[in-house]
């Protein structure tokens, strides 16, 4: 009936074009994701084996590989799914429009003809002739076709097609390349969502794998490269240029609707599954950063949780904490919350429920009493009896109440934030006491120790005279002026100090060369620190430094009171005792003061004195050569007192200065090895001090990077001096945490020079008959020391007059000292070690094999497997820090634990023992090589039917778990052969 031949081409257009689009963008979406993927994978793969050298498209990727590529295709297509779906819809679109012209035009020129020809509008009445066609005969008033085209109205109906809404995307609602500034459709959630169901299926994957340590895994222990870690990481950059203030209403939309979907996810969770609840939580803290009215709500979905059962209200109070700590619900909202629902007390449910979330909060430092005021005013409530209520007459919620409060008094008594006290800043969070290896005693002792030193300092400053630090700045400016003039002249300096010694006793009276140390000290300190307010000048003015440092070493070097040489190198070692004594002293009351004023404090005027004197006194001099390795000891005696747990805010300059090569280089090269032990002495210093941090893996960035600075030392150490880290592996094992499998496995690789390598994988050798095998290695850590306390009883016991009670007694030296049942790692470390030195002793390296399992050692060994798993856990370590380079003690130890796996009924000890030498193997290398010749002995040997224990087959990860490893330790098919393979 449209006579109008360019308004039906307008309306058949409209309709085709959108429809044709439509459908090819439905149709399209899935297989062109799928194809993306998968043509990504093929290149991906293409690249990862031409960047190998490997030309071999079949050769298979690692699980890690495999991951990273699956984590890459699935990002990259999801990011260009929308613009790929865009061109499709294009292209449907322009040849569906093409198609349609090409049909319509002998209609559309039958029109044009009529109105040409006849001068009239071209109309067709056979539509409505047919009877058996309802329509257009039924179609209302409105609808229906008359002579003479469509109305206006009716045109609107084909012109709504181009105004149909599309789904909100990345892209720009025009279909083309986007525009990034569009209010609406920035959040790419289809990405997101991708992202969210990779990170379930990871965490799935690592806690099938873990077995029942599953419940034991917390984020906080997944390192940094891990997928877990890389998939959270990855929600801030799929939407990287997007702002909140910017977010459209559909995109907060989307987020909050995704984000109670996540919400309820958790709720679902087992509480065993700890690793998956932080994983979603922090998701939704990374949701939050986006999106920050997201925290605003999950406060009021919080309230709706399910509540009704015991587990329920424990799941609830986990998440409640998690949510807490990472700042998703606001504290006092949830104080005036459970306050008000805990009824005064009157509800015993709820009243439960938030005695036990304050201690929780509290005691896990998650958030302090000062901030949940309510609830803890029910607690007093109910412990001082005055509760309203029938609480009166139950005794259990009077008690819990109580030794809750008993707690927080503890707590505060200790220096922490309790009951609406701060707190010193520094002193909040008792962690080594808490965390260290050391007792509570010796680590009050160290850190209260720069409060002793500056009390000392400043008793020492209130005999000076009124005028002295007037008197030394005058000798210091003129010191300067001297130098800067007679620069090189060592004769006039000379004489500079020789005035100094006379007119002012510097050298001759120890009282007054301690007051112009320290006060000199002072000045050019605080000289140098107030150059930082000249903003003429970058960073410091070191010129005072400089200089007074170069006074210092003169004063050392030229030191010669008479006498002997023997007697002059004593009094300029007595001198440098003095000054560097006076420096450490200077140093650490400034750091204390800084402290108690809650003031910044620079550690940079300090390191560049040492480090000033550390290279001025160990170049070579033909007066100090004789005296090199005493100077060196004094200087690392120094460095001992100001620690970084005496003094952390000197920790950075201090790793320096003991890393330094005119320092460390000049320690370990002493000859017959004087100097080893303040190396060693100051290496221990350094454990102790990252100890408690590793310990609880609570790394800020300044102690990331503070690690990664030791890893430097120790892998130096490993490559220049293996022979030291190799001598006192037994002490540095002691005070590295379990936790740290790496660290400990690069102390543990360290081979001493002149020792040969046997490649273990490529093994073409019988281990006992090694010439290296009959040699003990060197140990100069202290192993005996532990024991003392019971090494009578154990000497006895080895040389067989055994005591009945002698297995109780040992357990009880075992433990630790402070009423716990837990082992005391370190002694154990040097029982399993001396025992082992005396079965060594016992047998020679050809009977090991044949004659352990009739040993005294042996038996001790399989009394200690009886323990519970986490005692048993520490034993088996102490076994596995053994297996070093190729020596006796390697070998014996790694017979003693391939026989503990093959005599063991329990089938727990088996696993144990596979545990231990896997978490050292699954890590980043090196590996130490007893660690590799004990494994791949264990699977190869059918001996021990590894293969056939279920442990290995308990799930398809772990399965797949152990046969990489497998294969990363053995020649190829080597693994099938044993029964490893698929």
């Known amino acids: 009936m449209e006579g109008d031949e360019n308004k039906m081409q307008k309306a058949a257009q409209l309709m085709v074009a959108n429809l044709a689009g439509s459908l090819a963008l439905v149709t399209c979406r899935e297989p062109l994701h799928s194809s993306i993927s998968t043509h990504l994978r093929q290149i991906l793969s293409s690249a990862v084996n031409d960047a190998t050298g490997n030309s071999s498209t079949s050769t298979q990727l690692g699980e890690l590989e495999k991951n990273a590529l699956d984590q890459c295709c699935a990002i990259c297509s999801t990011d260009n799914l929308e613009l790929g779906c865009r061109l499709i819809e294009k292209a449907a679109t322009e040849k569906a429009v093409r198609k349609l012209n090409d049909t319509i035009a002998p209609a559309l020129a039958l029109r044009k003809d009529t109105r040409e020809k006849k001068g009239q509008l071209y109309y067709d009445m056979s539509i ?34 181009q105004r149909i809404p599309r789904q909100p995307s990345s892209d720009s609602q025009s279909g083309g390349t986007g525009d990034a500034n569009n209010s609406t459709g920035q959040i790419n959630m289809t990405a997101i969502s991708a992202i969210a169901l990779k990170l379930d299926k990871t965490v799935e994957t690592l806690l099938n794998t873990a077995g029942p340590r599953a419940q034991e895994i917390s984020l906080a222990m997944i390192p940094p490269e891990h997928d877990i870690k890389q998939l959270i990481a990855a929600i801030p950059r799929v939407v990287a240029s997007v702002e909140a203030s910017t977010l459209g209403s559909s995109d907060i939309d989307s987020i909050l609707s995704f984000s109670q979907g996540i919400l309820k996810r958790i709720y679902e969770v087992d509480l065993s599954q700890r690793l998956r609840l932080e994983a979603l939580i922090a998701l939704l803290e990374m949701l939050n950063k986006i999106c920050p009215r997201l925290g605003r709500n999950i406060g009021t979905w919080t309230k709706y949780a399910p509540t009704k059962t015991d587990p329920e209200r424990k799941l609830h109070r986990a998440v409640l904490l998690l949510l807490v700590r990472s700042e998703l619900i606001q504290i006092a909202d949830l104080d005036a919350h459970l306050a008000k629902i805990a009824d005064e007390g009157r509800d015993e449910i709820w009243l439960e429920f938030l005695i036990l979330f304050v201690r929780a909060a509290i005691l896990e430092n998650i958030v302090p009493p000062s901030k949940m005021p309510n609830m803890i005013n029910i607690v007093q409530l109910i412990a001082e009896d005055r509760a309203p ?152 003015r070191y010129d005072a430094i400089d200089g007074y440092s170069k006074l210092l070493s003169y004063l050392v070097i030229h030191m010669n009171g008479g006498g002997t040489a023997e007697q002059v190198t004593q009094q300029r070692l007595g001198m440098l005792n003095k000054v560097l004594g006076c420096i450490t002293r200077s140093l650490v009351t400034s750091h204390e003061k800084a402290h108690q004023t ?42 001992h007192v100001i620690q970084p747990l005496v003094v952390p805010g000197f920790a950075f300059a201090w790793l320096e200065l003991i890393s330094h090569r005119m320092f460390l280089s000049n320690l370990l090269l002493a000859k017959d090895q004087k100097s080893w032990g303040v190396m060693h002495q100051l290496l221990i210093d ?10 609880k893996l609570e790394l800020t960035d300044a102690l990331k990077k503070y690690f990664d600075g030791t890893l430097r030392v120790i892998l130096m150490l490993v490559h220049d001096f293996p022979t030291f880290l190799a001598a006192y592996h037994l002490s540095f094992c002691n005070v590295i945490p379990e936790n740290c499998v790496q660290l400990r496995n690069i102390i543990l690789s360290a081979t001493p020079k002149g020792v040969p390598f046997h490649d273990p994988i490529n093994r ?95 038996e001790l060994f399989q009394k200690l497997m009886e323990l519970d798993d986490h005692g048993r856990y520490i034993i088996l370590n102490a076994f596995a820090n053994q297996l070093r380079y190729p020596s006796s003690h390697t070998h014996y130890f790694s017979c003693v634990m391939l026989f503990l796996f093959n005599d063991s009924k329990d089938e727990g000890v088996k696993e144990q023992i596979t545990r231990v030498l896997l978490e050292r193997l699954i890590t980043q290398r090196p590996h130490p090589w007893g660690l590799l010749i004990t494994f791949i002995e264990l699977i190869k040997n059918t001996k021990y039917q590894f293969w056939n224990h279920s442990f290995t087959r308990c799930a398809t990860e772990i399965e797949k778990v152990f046969e990489n490893v497998a294969r990363s330790c053995m020649l190829p098919g080597a693994v099938a052969a044993t029964g490893g393979g698929d």
């Open 128 to 161: 409505f002739g047919s009877e058996n066609q309802r329509y257009p005969r039924e179609l209302p008033d409105m609808l229906r076709p008359i002579p003479g085209g469509l109305r206006q109205e009716q045109l609107l109906v084909y012109e709504a097609f």
């Open 389 to 540: 209520t029938s609480q009166q007459n139950n005794p259990a919620f009077r008690k819990a109440a109580a030794r809750l409060l008993e707690e927080l008094r503890n707590s505060l008594s200790s220096g922490g934030d309790t009951l609406g006290r701060q707190a010193s800043p520094a002193r909040a969070r008792p962690s080594y006491e808490e965390s260290s290896s050391m007792s509570p005693t010796s680590v009050k002792q160290l850190t209260d120790a720069s409060l002793v030193i500056a009390k000392s300092s400043l008793s020492l400053a209130s005999n000076d005279p009124p005028n002295a630090k007037q008197n030394v700045t005058d000798i210091l400016v003129n010191w300067l002026r001297v130098q800067h003039e007679a620069a090189g002249n060592d004769k006039i300096l000379a004489q500079f100090l020789q005035l100094l010694q006379q007119k002012f006793g510097v050298g001759a009276s120890d009282d007054e060369t301690e007051r112009f140390l320290r006060l000199t000290t002072e000045v050019v300190v605080e000289s140098c620190v107030k150059s930082a307010a000249d903003i003429s000048i970058k960073g410091l």
């Open 598 to 639: 809650n003031s910044q404090w620079d550690q940079r005027p300090w390191f560049r004195l040492l480090l000033n004197l550390v290279c001025e006194l160990n170049t070579p001099n033909q007066l100090l050569d004789s005296m090199k390795s005493s100077i060196v000891n004094v200087f690392g005696s120094a460095f």
């Open 686 to 695: 350094l454990f102790l001090f990252m100890e408690p941090h590793l310990r």
């Open 764 to 858: 073409n050798f019988k281990i006992d008959q090694l010439p290296e095998i009959a040699q003990s290695p060197l140990i100069l850590s202290n192993v005996v020391g532990p024991l003392m306390s019971f090494k009578n009883e154990l000497d006895n016991y080895l040389r067989g007059q055994q005591s009945p009670d002698f297995f109780n007694i040992l357990l009880g030296q075992l433990r630790k000292q402070d009423n716990s049942k837990e082992l005391d790692a370190p002694k154990v470390n040097s029982v399993v070690l001396y025992v082992g030195m005396q079965g060594l002793a016992r047998l020679q390296n050809d009977q090991i094999s044949s004659n352990l399992s009739r040993t005294p050692e042996m």
